[in-house]
């Protein structure tokens, strides 16, 4: 399904399904190369994504100034041992 507006385009499906991109025989995809390019949004809805980059033979360059990652793990409640009286 692919609707446009005044100023966006929405490639989606038409229901619960995978949209795909470039998986046969493409050897690249170009998303948001341009100079107005700004911001791309992944996996940025209110529920639990998971984003997979590549595999094990694969090779990823990120090619900024300014790189963060950052994980996000539950924190474990601490714990006090507390000893008996002798």
Avoid: W
């Amino acid at each position: 399904m692919l609707t446009t507006g005044a100023t966006d385009l929405t490639l989606d499906a038409g229901g619960a399904a995978a949209v795909n991109i470039g998986n046969t025989n493409a050897t690249s995809i170009s998303l948001c190369n341009g100079t107005s390019c700004d911001t791309i949004n992944l996996g940025t809805n209110a529920d639990a994504d998971a984003i997979n980059i590549g595999d094990n033979t694969d090779t990823l360059t990120v090619d900024t100034a300014e790189f963060d990652i950052s994980e996000q793990r539950e924190k474990l409640p601490s714990m006090t041992a507390v000893m008996p009286e002798r």
